[in-house]
């Protein structure tokens, strides 16, 4: 089974001054402003940065759910961040790490049997594979 989702971006002038729009398929994004002021200079709208974290966060929070699932587990609630880096690196730039940070509420599970469970979600998520960034995950489990 293959699933199809859809992204788009327009863009229009140079990299400093020009401005551009992202949307979904979905329509949950639909001409999102974005640009090098937004992803340089912190003026308000979206960047790509931005979009793989909330992605990447969504993706984890999901595969972690599916495999405390088939656990026999149910989680109380799990909210994660995904810290992206953009580094200057040779001449460019590069995404270089994505720091997972998890607090995840799962009531009566044995710390051990989390730690492998959410372990294997970082491993296993499909945002994750995508990546040849360094993946770091800190997290938090309460009851």
Same mark, same amino acid.
């Given at each position: 089974?293959?699933?199809?989702?859809?992204?788009?971006?327009?863009?229009?002038?140079?990299?400093?001054?020009?401005?551009?729009?992202?949307?979904?398929?979905?329509?949950?994004?639909?001409?999102?402003?974005?640009?090098?002021?937004?992803?340089?200079?912190?003026?308000?709208?979206?960047?790509?940065?931005?979009?793989?974290?909330?992605?990447?966060? !969504?993706?984890?929070?999901? $595969? @972690? +759910?599916?495999?405390?699932?088939?656990? #026999?587990?149910?989680?109380?609630?799990? /909210?994660? *961040?995904?810290?992206?880096?953009?580094?200057?690196?040779?001449?460019?730039? !590069?995404?270089?790490?994505? $720091? @997972? +940070?998890?607090?995840?509420?799962?009531? #009566?599970?044995?710390?051990?049997?989390? /730690?492998? *469970?959410?372990?294997?979600?970082?491993?296993?998520?499909?945002?994750?594979?995508?990546?040849?960034?360094?993946?770091?995950?800190?997290?938090?489990?309460?009851?």
């Amino acid at each position: 089974m293959t699933i199809h989702k859809k992204g788009s971006a327009h863009w229009e002038g140079d990299l400093k001054s020009g401005k551009g729009t992202v949307s979904t398929e979905s329509g949950a994004l639909k001409h999102n402003p974005y640009g090098f002021n937004t992803r340089f200079e912190g003026v308000a709208g979206t960047n790509p940065e931005e979009l793989i974290g909330a992605a990447h966060a !969504a993706c984890f929070s999901m $595969a @972690l +759910s599916l495999m405390l699932g088939e656990a #026999g587990h149910t989680p109380a609630g799990i /909210d994660t *961040i995904a810290d992206v880096s953009l580094d200057k690196v040779d001449g460019g730039f !590069a995404i270089t790490k994505i $720091a @997972l +940070s998890s607090k995840v509420k799962v009531p #009566g599970i044995d710390k051990s049997e989390f /730690d492998k *469970i959410i372990n294997k979600a970082k491993e296993g998520c499909p945002v994750s594979q995508l990546f040849k960034a360094n993946i770091t995950l800190d997290y938090e489990l309460s009851n």
